[in-house]
């Protein structure tokens, strides 16, 4: 009979990021991307925000794969069902180190915005609710929060805006789905939920992201 057994050892990843950061910027993103994924493509839906004003910083998914069978296409993946709670931690180790690298010590002018889209969405609730940071604006694009956490799991996020953007055509959305969510965030985050459907299927809305990048 096998049995399963659990090592911690050191491990690195690599984050991109988008523009400079400068006395200009105004917002500093942290954008998690979804599945089948690479963060430099993924940082290609956000050139066309204000590059003085935004500097985007994009985390890497550390589980990636080969996405055809030739061999050529790489994805990547935050989590899966299996080991989800290890995955979990060592995601928010990782998200931890790249906010000290960062943003740790950002002027209190800027605004933080953390996004997930799609899986990335998990990716970014559980470091927020995990660790000790919190932002000022939470993007929630496309995806859903996981349904494990209550009314204390974001109890220092109390003056953080949320904004639930998703399209009116996604296949993976239904009507009654974001009615769920919608209920369920309100009942996390104790506070309105700002709802910016648009008009698209399951993407990146690039214009939605430059309107709340203005």
């Given at each position: 009979?096998?049995?399963?057994?659990?090592?911690?050892?050191?491990?690195?990843?690599?984050?991109?990021?988008?523009?400079?950061?400068?006395?200009?910027?105004?917002?500093?993103?942290?954008?998690?991307?979804?599945?089948?994924?690479?963060?430099?493509?993924?940082?290609?839906?956000?050139?066309?925000?204000?590059?003085?004003?935004?500097?985007?910083?994009?985390?890497?998914?550390?589980?990636?794969?080969?996405?055809?069978?030739?061999?050529?296409?790489?994805?990547?993946?935050?989590?899966?069902?299996?080991?989800?709670?290890?995955?979990?931690?060592?995601?928010?180790?990782?998200?931890?180190?790249?906010?000290?690298?960062?943003?740790?010590?950002?002027?209190?002018?800027?605004?933080?915005?953390?996004?997930?889209?799609?899986?990335?969405?998990?990716?970014?609730?559980?470091?927020?609710?995990?660790?000790?940071?919190?932002?000022?604006?939470?993007i929630i694009h496309s995806g859903s929060?996981?349904?494990?956490?209550?009314?204390?799991?974001?109890?220092?996020?109390?003056?953080?805006?949320?904004?639930?953007?998703?399209?009116?055509?996604?296949?993976?959305?239904?009507?009654?789905?974001?009615?769920?969510?919608?209920?369920?965030l309100q009942s996390v985050f104790k506070?309105?939920?700002?709802?910016?459907?648009f008009n698209g299927v399951h993407e990146?809305?690039?214009?939605?992201?430059?309107?709340?990048?203005?």
């Open positions: 009979m096998h049995e399963e057994k659990t090592v911690s050892y050191t491990s690195q990843n690599t984050y991109y990021t988008l523009n400079k950061l400068t006395e200009k910027t105004t917002k500093i993103w942290l954008v998690c991307h979804g599945i089948g994924y690479l963060s430099p493509y993924f940082l290609e839906h956000f050139k066309k925000l204000d590059p003085e004003r935004n500097y985007i910083i994009a985390p890497q998914a550390p589980s990636k794969y080969y996405q055809d069978k030739r061999y050529k296409y790489i994805g990547a993946s935050w989590f899966t069902r299996l080991n989800t709670e290890m995955e979990t931690h060592n995601v928010v180790r990782y998200l931890d180190e790249v906010y000290k690298n960062e943003i740790k010590e950002r002027n209190n002018k800027i605004e933080f915005i953390a996004m997930g889209y799609s899986q990335g969405v998990s990716a970014i609730t559980r470091w927020l609710a995990n660790s000790k940071i919190s932002c000022d604006h939470l929060v996981p349904e494990e956490f209550n009314e204390s799991s974001f109890a220092k996020m109390d003056s953080t805006k949320i904004t639930l953007l998703y399209g009116i055509d996604d296949p993976y959305i239904s009507e009654k789905k974001i009615e769920n969510q919608l209920s369920y506070k309105e939920i700002n709802l910016i459907p990146v809305h690039e214009e939605s992201l430059i309107a709340l990048s203005e």
